[in-house]
C-alpha cells in the first residue's frame, strides 16, 4: 500500500478508536481471519462491539467515503496477499443475538451457522440440518445463498434486515435478495450489510433431526479435505454437471502450485499445504479452469470471494479479475 494511504488509514483508526466503538487494529494480517490462512493485512481491522456499534461504524465511514468490507468467518473468502485497503469490519463479535419465538429465530448475522443449527437442534425444530456443516457465519451464508445436501438459506429465511448506504437499517422480505444457487442480491450489491436475519423452522422429531446431522457430518468427513485449511468448494457446479468430477476428470488431483495444492480427497477443493499465498491459488484455478475448458468446453466460475487489489475492494467481480489478468476464457455463448 502506498505511504499516503497507510497515513490516511492511520487517521482513520486513530478517529475510529476516538469513536469507543469497538476493537480497531491496524494492519492485521488477514490470513488469520480465513478458513485458508491467506491474505495479507487489512489497512483498519474493526471489531464492533454491538449491533448499534456496528451501525454506527457503518455510518461514520460511509459518510467519509472511507472503502469498507464486511467480513464473517472467511470461510469463503481467498484475500490478496497485498491485504486489503479498506477497513474491513467483523460481524463476529458484534451480530451475535438469538432469539426463539415459537417456530421463528432471528439471529444477527455474526451468528455461526453451525451454532444456529445446533440451537434449532435443541428445540426440536427442523430446517437447518443441511447447515450443520457449512463453516461460516449467517451473514456470510446470505450472501452465498449457503447450501448442502439439497437445501439452502434462500428456502428457511423469511426475512432479513440490511444497513444501506445512506438508509439506515431496513427489514425486507427473504424474496428481495434474489437467492439463487450459491448467489444473492448481496453479490451484485456489495455497499449491503445484512445485520440480522429471521428464519421459519418447522417442529419436528428431536431423534431425526440428531439423525439427519450426524449422516450430513459423517459423508462430509468421508468426502471433504477436513484439517486442512480450504474455503470450500472453488468452483460453482455448472448444472447439470459436478465441478470435482470435471477436474477430478482431467487429472488435476495432487497439481500443486507453491504451497497450494488441488486436494486428492475432493478436486473442486484447493489446500494450503503450509505457507501458500493468493497468487499461488489464482495460478492453480486457472490451470484448472483451462484444463476443463480444453477438454469439456465448459467455463467454471468460481464461489469463493476474492478480496483486495489490484481489481479493487469490496464486490470485486471475479470475471474482471480473470479478464484483467488476461487469463479471460471465452464463454461458448460468446
Ligand atoms: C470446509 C468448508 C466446507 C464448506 N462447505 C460449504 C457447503 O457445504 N455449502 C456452502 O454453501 N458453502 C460451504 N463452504 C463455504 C462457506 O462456509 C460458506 O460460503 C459460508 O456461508 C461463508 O460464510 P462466512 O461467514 O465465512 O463468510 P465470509 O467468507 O467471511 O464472506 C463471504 C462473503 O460474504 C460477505 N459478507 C459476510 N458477512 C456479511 C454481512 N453480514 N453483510 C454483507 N456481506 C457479508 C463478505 O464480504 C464476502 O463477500 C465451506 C467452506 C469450508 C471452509
Same mark, same amino acid.
Given at each position: ?181 450459491? +448467489?444473492? *442480491?448481496?453479490?451484485?450489491? /456489495? =455497499?449491503?450489510? %445484512? ?5 421459519? !423452522?418447522?417442529? @419436528? ?97 468460481? +464461489?469463493? *470471494?476474492?478480496?483486495?487489489? /489490484? =481489481?479493487?475492494? %469490496? ?5 474482471? !479479475?480473470?479478464? @484483467? ?10
Amino acid at each position: 500500500m502506498k505511504e499516503t494511504a497507510l497515513k490516511e488509514f492511520a487517521l482513520v483508526a486513530r478517529d475510529l478508536k476516538s469513536l469507543e466503538i469497538g476493537r480497531v487494529l491496524e494492519e492485521e494480517p488477514l490470513y488469520r481471519h480465513t478458513s485458508f490462512r491467506i491474505g495479507g493485512p487489512a489497512a483498519v481491522f474493526l471489531e464492533p462491539s454491538g449491533e448499534e456499534e456496528m451501525v454506527a461504524a457503518l455510518d461514520w465511514l460511509h459518510g467519509r467515503g472511507i472503502p469498507m468490507v464486511v467480513l464473517g468467518l472467511g470461510t469463503n473468502l481467498l484475500v490478496s496477499d497485498r491485504g486489503v485497503g479498506a477497513v474491513v469490519i467483523s460481524s463476529v463479535r458484534s451480530l451475535r443475538q438469538v432469539e426463539f419465538r415459537g417456530h421463528l429465530v432471528r439471529a444477527g448475522t455474526g451468528v455461526g451457522l453451525v451454532r444456529l443449527a445446533h440451537l434449532a437442534e435443541a428445540r426440536g425444530l427442523s430446517g437447518l440440518e443441511f447447515a450443520v456443516s457449512i463453516p461460516g457465519t449467517l451473514g456470510g451464508a446470505l450472501v452465498m445463498n449457503a447450501g448442502a445436501h439439497g437445501s439452502a438459506m434462500a428456502a428457511v429465511v423469511r426475512r432479513v434486515t440490511i444497513w444501506q448506504p445512506g438508509r439506515g437499517a431496513e427489514t425486507l422480505d427473504g424474496q428481495a435478495f434474489e437467492f439463487d444457487y450459491r +448467489e444473492s *442480491r448481496f453479490q451484485r450489491a /456489495p =455497499e449491503l450489510v %445484512a445485520l440480522s436475519a429471521e428464519i421459519e !423452522l418447522e417442529p @419436528a422429531d428431536p431423534v431425526a433431526i440428531r439423525d439427519r446431522m450426524a449422516h450430513f457430518m459423517e459423508y462430509r468427513k468421508r468426502t471433504q479435505p477436513v484439517g486442512e485449511p480450504n474455503a470450500g468448494s472453488v468452483f460453482k457446479n455448472p448444472a447439470p454437471l459436478y465441478a470435482g468430477k470435471l477436474i477430478d476428470s482431467v487429472g488435476a488431483k495432487g497439481w500443486r502450485e507453491g504451497d497450494a495444492e488441488v486436494s486428492a480427497v475432493h478436486a473442486n477443493f484447493i489446500v494450503n499445504r503450509g505457507q501458500a499465498r493468493a497468487i499461488e491459488v489464482l495460478a492453480l484455478m486457472r490451470r484448472v479452469r483451462r484444463a476443463v475448458y480444453q477438454a469439456y468446453h465448459v467455463v467454471l466460475r468460481p +464461489e469463493i *470471494r476474492w478480496i483486495g487489489p /489490484p =481489481e479493487g475492494g %469490496a464486490g470485486t467481480s471475479w470475471e474482471n !479479475l480473470w479478464y @484483467a489478468a488476461g487469463e479471460g476464457l471465452t464463454e461458448p455463448s460468446a
